[in-house]
């Protein structure tokens, strides 16, 4: 944004959008997540909107706020670690 390239922040969003829809939004289990999967699919729609409106405003705070909470979800499942196994069925 702060170059002046509107194809390549175009471009931009549109793939990070593209990674909340079709990588984190996708893979929300609603079934076995419960609450926590509809709190989530709901902050990633809230993520999506941010950066459409940071696309429409040159808004910068805007990628900051996503970016922020991005980094808090990493970090939460760096904390959750390799090893986690969900929860399986017991018949």
Known sequence: MEQGNITGKGQALSK???????GL?????????????????A??????????QA???NDLQA???VAKLLENIADAWRQIG??????????
Do not use: T
């Open 25 to 41: 939004k996708s893979g929300l289990d609603h079934q076995q997540g419960g609450e926590i999967a509809a709190q989530l699919d």
């Open 63 to 65: 990628l900051d706020e």
């Open 16 to 22: 990070a959008i593209n990674i909340i829809d079709n």
């Open 55 to 57: 696309n429409l405003h």
């Open 43 to 52: 902050l990633y729609d809230y993520m999506k909107r941010r950066l459409l």
């Open 82 to 91: 390799p090893n986690y196994q969900p929860a399986q069925d017991v018949m």
